[in-house]
């Protein structure tokens, strides 16, 4: 049996079923998240087992839409349909008194769907169909509260800058399909020399839009005016991941200057926005520069050729972040707010929710045996085998230390401080879902052993990469739990809380001039519009008033001639009485006139 058509339907149908009942949401969404991950594991057992399902599906002449479960495609659905499936677990409680239940989990559905199609397309139209969907559903997630202030904003500036970068991919597809003929991903894969140097800048355009790295990193932290479980997915297995993915899945076409220039791009993001993390004031906003920080991280082992090191840490991360989002809800919940100055001592109110969070937290700065280890381990080492080690090692060792000095500020923020305990319902669906991450956060690191054999790869062992990347995130940690930020940061702090922004930053020179040119152009066409409308009047008077002139004056006359035609006939046959002494009078009479007619006018001439 073919499982690709259920992964992708079941979440579909579920959220069919859900705006159509408007009934039990969360259940019909558990069901149909729990059917595709059984579907997208059924897959993963398959290619485990060396087997390779496709579909084929009729698309534009030529050029077939193709859906394939190969190694690479099986274990990203199993990913993104294992931290879909309890993020939703957790949002069957963070939700409980929404009012708007169905609209998020349908919308949730349809954006686990899109993401599964994402992953597993094999065609490029395919490919960008799904694009388009989930970054549709991260507009709808993101402003899903958008009668709260600021929130309309946070979603049209992460729809902005998001479906602005992805011009890039749409010319870098484009140019691969008129190059190779085809529309399949595989087969222009093999595409070289400038083309796929060109193809290659404009992927990492679309990459870095999607997955937020400098400049484009703004975004993503704006994102957080979303409810928590939307936060956890974007952050971890769909949205973001989707900038990252596209680049693991290109790494084969890509020539090694293209592979430096993404290096360089992830290693400056890691740094950026790994300051910008330690500088936060709230906890939701640190995490969002976090993510991208780790995946700028994921963009240097791209750059260091390779991209199964990238891949281990996508894993490793979606199960880590997603964890540190959903224990962040909880403490929201507690404190109703997210801002430091609110979460202190959140920690005590809930130790085990905090323990959960602590273990993803030091998961994250790379301690082991936890999984975040593993996946750093593998990024440092694959930068130290790299020809510009000097480099890029020195921009994942830099991550890896900010990475534990962010994460130990947190911690130590969230547990100093008096406990407040506060009850609030579905705290049980919630501790149940973040349960569940937390403890992949912890053993995943254990299957990249078999993930690396499913894949056919191998990764660069180095003992110096392990003792580097400990000692890193060791000395990470310590200063962020010894050290306070004004200090750490120094006249660095005031740049980390205005994101770097240099002369107004991104908004100065992209944003507002982005929504000036909008604003010009919806003035244009409302000008154009008022202006049809003023010709649409004019020629309806004119239409009224021909109308009118024929209604009113040639009808008229026409009518009128009638009239008076009959009206004469009439009369003309009262004359013809049938006595023909009367009819030769008039005949005498007529001739007279006629006669005295033309005398006259014999007369005049």
């Not at 998020?104 to 969907?133: K, N």
């Not at 479906?163 to 991919?169: E, K, M, P």
Request: hydrophobic share 55%.
């Amino acid at each position: 049996m073919n499982f690709i058509p259920v992964v992708i339907l079941a979440p579909l149908f579920a959220a069919s079923l859900i705006l159509l009942a408007r009934r039990i949401p969360a259940a019909l969404a558990l069901l149909g998240i729990a059917v595709s991950l059984l579907a997208s594991l059924a897959l993963l057992a398959g290619a485990f087992n060396g087997l390779t399902s496709a579909l084929t599906l009729p698309g534009l002449p030529g050029l077939p839409l193709r859906l394939v479960a190969s190694p690479l495609t099986a274990l990203l659905s199993t990913m993104v349909a294992t931290v879909s499936t309890l993020v939703l677990v957790y949002a069957a409680g963070y939700m409980k008194a929404d009012g708007e239940k169905p609209r998020f989990f349908a919308t949730m559905l349809l954006f686990a769907s899109a993401m599964q199609t994402l992953v597993l397309a094999g065609d490029w139209i395919l490919l960008l169909s799904a694009w388009e969907i989930i970054g549709l559903c991260s507009y709808l997630l993101i402003g899903f509260w958008y009668r709260r202030p600021g929130v309309k904003a946070a979603a049209s500036r992460a729809f902005l800058v998001t479906r602005s970068a992805d011009l890039g991919l749409y010319v870098a597809v484009f140019i691969l399909i008129a190059n190779a003929g085809s529309s399949d991903i595989a087969t222009t894969l093999g595409t070289g020399g400038k083309t796929a140097a060109i193809a290659g800048l404009l992927l990492l355009v679309a990459a870095m839009g999607k997955s937020a790295q400098t400049p484009l990193h703004d975004w993503l932290q704006r994102a957080m005016a979303g409810p928590t479980p939307v936060s956890a997915l974007l952050h971890s297995a769909t949205l973001v991941a989707a900038g990252a993915i596209l680049l693991i899945r290109t790494a084969p076409m890509l020539s090694p200057q293209t592979l430096l220039v993404i290096g360089v791009v992830g290693g400056i993001t890691t740094i950026v926005t790994g300051l910008i993390a330690l500088g936060e004031r709230d906890l939701k906003r640190l995490l969002a520069a976090s993510t991208s920080s780790q995946y700028g991280l994921m963009l240097v082992a791209v750059g260091a050729g390779v991209p199964l090191a990238a891949l281990l840490h996508l894993i490793a991360h979606a199960a880590i972040k997603s964890s540190l989002f959903l224990g962040a809800g909880v403490f929201q919940h507690s404190r109703e707010s997210t801002e430091f100055k609110a979460l202190e001592g959140v920690g005590r109110d809930r130790p085990r929710i905090f323990f959960g969070f602590a273990l993803a937290a030091l998961a994250l700065a790379g301690i082991p045996p936890l999984s975040g280890f593993f996946s750093k381990d593998a990024i440092i080492a694959a930068t130290l085998a790299s020809p510009h080690a000097a480099l890029l090692a020195t921009f994942a060792l830099a991550g890896t230390v900010l990475t534990g000095a962010y994460m130990a500020r947190a911690l130590h923020i969230l547990w100093r401080g008096k406990a407040q305990k506060r009850n609030f319902a579905g705290l049980g669906w919630m501790s149940a879902g973040l349960a569940g991450l937390v403890t992949l956060a912890v053993v995943v690191g254990a299957l990249f052993p078999s993930i690396a054999t499913l894949l056919n790869a191998s990764l660069p062992e180095s003992t110096l990469a392990q003792v580097l990347g400990l000692g890193a995130a060791l000395s990470g940690l310590a200063l962020g739990w010894f050290v306070g930020v004004q200090r750490l940061l120094g006249p660095l702090l005031p740049w980390t809380r205005q994101g770097f922004a240099i002369a107004g930053g991104f908004d100065t020179w992209v944003v507002r001039p982005a929504f000036f040119i909008a604003a010009r152009c919806e003035q244009l066409e409302r000008a154009l519009y008022d202006g049809v409308l003023s010709i649409g009047r004019f020629g309806l008077g004119i239409g009224r008033a021909a109308r009118f002139g024929d209604e009113r004056g040639i009808d008229g006359l026409i009518f009128s001639l009638v009239r008076g035609t009959i009206k004469l006939g009439g009369r003309a046959r009262t004359l013809q009485s049938g006595l023909i002494h009367r009819e030769m009078a008039i005949m005498v009479v007529g001739t007279a006139l006629i006669l005295a007619v033309l005398t006259v006018a014999l007369l005049v001439y």
